[in-house]
C-alpha cells in the first residue's frame, strides 16, 4: 500500500532477481517509453496521446479533473465525488484520521465506521486538503534574485527570500494556499496555489479486515482482493462545502485494453538522478534508512504486546513502519544490482557522446558536482539532532516558530514563513490524543540512537543525557512536559521566545539545547541542496539538448497526470488477469483458511446472500505511479470516475528511478466493487445514491 515519500512510503519485498526482470534502459524524465510519465497539468503530453492512444484531453476535461483532485496532507491524494463535498481516498491514507478518532472503547480502524446522518460524520482533528486552482512558471524571477551563485550558502539565503516573497505576496492577493516547487532537479520554478479545506469529516470507513485483507503477505502483490476505500466530507461555514468539480462515476467495469488516467500526487521520484546520487541512496542512504524502519519495527511490535489497547496504539504507526521497510528492501535490492548502476551509467555516457566538446565538459563538471555532494551527504547523515517523537517535535517547532517570528519573513526558515502559517498552526494545535506511555518509549529509543551515532562522550550526548540512560532521562522529559495538553500548548504557541526559554517545561529546554546544531546542520544540508539544484539545472538543460519528446519532471508531491492501459501481463508463465472480484475474494479466505489477516469480516459474511459476486473488486493499469498516489481517482476517456489507486505490484518497485510497463502494474479498487460494497454490504445505500451528483 503506498502511502507518502517518507519512511512511510509502501513499498513490497522484492528480489534482485524479480527486479532485475523489469530493468530498462533508465532515463532522466526524457524522451519517455510506452506509458511512462507522470505529467505537470499545465504541461500535459498531448502529442503522445494522441500518437499512441488517439486521444487529446480538452482545456476543460483537464481543469475538471485537476479541480476534482486533492491532496491530503497526511499524506496520500483523493478526488471530491459529489456536489455536497463527499472525497474518495485510501483506507490507508485515512487511517491516520480513524487512528486519532479512535478510542479505547471504539477503535474505528478495525472495526469501521458509517455516518447514518450528516450530524453522525466525525470531525478530523488536523486534516488539510488542497485544491490546487492555479499553476504559475516563476522561474525567471526567482534566478534574477539567486544572484551569488558561487557561494551556495549565499545563494540558498537569497532563494528562500525571493520564494518567501512571492509565496507571501499571492497569499495576500489571493488568499490561497502559494507553494514555490522547484522541478526538472532545479531548472524551473513554478507557483502552486491551492484552495484549503481544514474542516474534513469522516463519513464511511471499512473494517481493515476489508481495507487490508490479505495483509503484509499480500501487499504488493497481484491478484488482490481489498476494499482500500474510505469516503470523508469537506465542510465549509459548518456546512457540507457545494462543490461545481467533482467527479461522475461510471457504472461500467474497466475492460482489457481500457485507456484511463491517474490524477494524483506522487511523491518524490529519482529518474534524474546520476549515477553518484543513486550509489549514494545504495551504499548510504537506504540502508540507513532501512536499519531504522527495522528498529522502529520492533519497538512498536514490543510495545503493542502489552495488551490490546497497547496494540491499538502503536497499530498506525507500526502499519507505516512495516510499509516503509517493505518499501525500502525491495528499492535497496534494485540499487544493489549492477545491471541498475551500469544502465544508468551507459546512458549518461550516451548524452555526453551526443554533446559537444564545450558541453559535455559542462556536463561532466554538473557530473562531478553530484559527487561531491553525495559525499557530503554521506558524513552528515548520522549527524541529526531531531528525534522522532510527538513532544519533541511540538517543542522544537514551536521554539523555532517563536524565533523565526523575530526575523522578517524573507528570512524565515521555510516552513515559519507567513504564507504557511494557518497550516503550521493547525498542526501544532491538533486536539489529536497524545499518548504517554507511547511517547516515551519512543525519545528512550531516540536518545539510544543519538548515543549509538555520536557516542557517549560527544558534548552534547552528555548535556542532552544530563547524567541519565535513555530510558530514565526518557522517562522524566515526558513525565514533565505540559506539551499533550493542547491548552498549555496554546499558551506556548502565543509565547515569545524568552518566555519559552525560561519555561520550565523539559522537552521545550530540551530543544532549546539541540537548537543550535540543528540550525548547523540545516544550512549545511540547505547549501548542499542549493549545489545540487543548480548542478541538476545544466544537466537538464544539456540532456535536453541530447533527446527529444515530451519530458516530465520527477515527482515533487504535487498533482501529475499519469496514464496508462488496464492491460494483463505474465508471471511465472503464467497470465495475471487485469481484474478480481467478490467470489475470489471469498475464495482467496477459503484457501488461506486458519492465516492471520486472510479472514474478511463478518459484514461481508453476512451479505454473502445479497453481493453481486461477479462484481469487479481490484484491477490493474499500466499508469506510472509512486507512493504519494495512493487514494488518486481512476478516470476514462469521459473524465468518470472507473477506480481508485491503493498499490504497485512488486514488480513496480523500481519506479522511484524508473519505469517499466512490462511487469508493473498499478493496482486500483474498482469503482463498481466500491458501489456494490457500500450497497449490499454496509447498508450505506444513501451515500452510495449521493455520490456522482
Sequence with gaps: MRILHSPMCSFGFVSSLRLLVCLAVLLPCHNVISDEGMYLFNELPTQQLKSRHDFVPSQQWADSLRLSSVRFNSGGSGSFISSDGLVLTNHHVASDTLHKLSTPERNLIEDGFLAKTIGDELQAPDLELNQLVSIDNVTDRINAAVTSKDDPEKAATQRRAIVAEIEQESTEKTGLRSDVVTLYGGAQSHLYRYKKYTDVRLVWAPETAAAFFGGDADNFEYPRFCMDATIMRVYENGKPAKLKNFLRWSDKPVSDGQLVFVSGNPGRTQRIYTVDALKYLRDHRMPYVLNYLRRKEVLLQQFGLGGEEDARRARDGLFGIQNGRKAYT????????????????????????????????????????????????????????????????????????????????????????????????????????????????????????????????????????????????????????????????????????????????????????????????????????????????????????????????????????????????????????????????????????????????????????????????????????????????????????????????????????????????????????????????????????????
Excluded at 548502476?341 to 556536463?363: G, H
Excluded at 486536539?431 to 551515532?453: G, H, N, S
Design 330 to 693: 525491495g528499492m535497496l535490492a534494485g540499487l544493489q544490482s549492477p545491471q541498475t548502476i551500469a544502465a544508468k551509467q551507459e546512458q549518461q555516457d550516451k548524452v555526453l557522446a551526443s554533446l559537444n566538446a564545450q558541453d559535455a565538459t559542462s556536463l561532466r563538471a554538473a557530473f562531478a558536482e553530484i559527487a561531491d555532494v553525495q559525499q557530503a551527504r554521506a558524513k552528515l547523515l548520522k549527524q541529526s539532532v531531531t528525534f522522532r517523537s510527538r513532544y519533541f517535535d511540538l517543542a522544537l517547532s514551536i521554539l523555532l516558530l517563536a524565533k523565526e517570528d523575530e526575523k522578517p519573513n524573507q528570512d524565515r526558515l521555510s516552513e515559519f514563513t507567513d504564507a504557511g502559517r494557518d497550516s503550521l498552526l493547525q498542526d501544532l494545535l491538533s486536539t489529536a490524543p497524545i499518548y504517554r506511555d507511547l511517547e516515551r518509549v519512543k525519545l528512550a529509543d531516540e536518545l539510544a540512537r543519538f548515543v549509538e551515532a555520536r557516542g557517549g562522550d560527544d558534548p552534547l550526548v552528555v548535556q542532552t543525557l544530563a547524567g541519565k540512560g535513555p530510558r530514565e532521562r526518557a522517562a522524566e522529559l515526558i513525565d514533565g512536559s505540559e506539551l499533550d495538553d493542547v491548552d498549555r500548548r496554546k499558551k506556548f504557541v502565543e509565547s515569545n521566545a524568552k518566555t519559552l526559554l525560561d519555561s520550565n517545561d523539559p522537552v521545550i529546554q530540551l530543544a532549546a539545547g539541540l537548537e543550535d546544531e540543528y540550525r548547523r546542520i540545516r544550512n549545511r544540508n540547505e547549501s548542499l541542496d542549493e549545489r545540487q539544484r543548480q548542478a541538476y539545472a545544466t544537466i537538464t538543460q544539456l540532456t535536453n539538448q541530447a533527446m527529444s519528446g515530451e519530458s516530465y519532471p520527477d515527482a515533487t508531491f504535487t498533482l501529475r497526470l499519469a496514464f496508462g492501459l488496464v492491460k494483463p501481463y505474465q508471471q511465472d508463465g503464467q497470465t495475471i488477469p487485469i481484474a478480481t472480484n467478490f467470489a475470489g475474494a471469498f475464495e482467496h479466505e477459503t484457501r488461506h483458511a486458519g492465516q492471520k489477516d486472510f479472514k474478511l469480516p463478518q459484514s461481508w459474511h453476512d451479505a454473502k446472500e445479497k453481493l453481486n459476486d461477479s462484481t469487479q473488486l481490484n484491477f490493474v493499469c499500466t499508469a506510472d505511479i509512486i507512493g504519494g498516489n495512493s487514494g488518486s481517482p481512476v478516470v476514462n476517456r469521459q473524465g468518470e470516475l472507473v477506480g481508485l489507486i491503493f498499490d504497485g505490484n512488486i514488480q513496480s518497485l523500481t519506479s522511484d528511478y524508473l519505469y517499466s510497463d512490462r511487469q508493473g502494474r498499478a493496482v486500483s479498487v474498482s469503482g463498481v466493487g466500491i458501489l456494490e460494497a457500500l450497497r449490499n454490504v454496509y447498508d450505506a445505500t444513501e451515500l452510495a445514491d449521493s455520490i456522482g451528483h
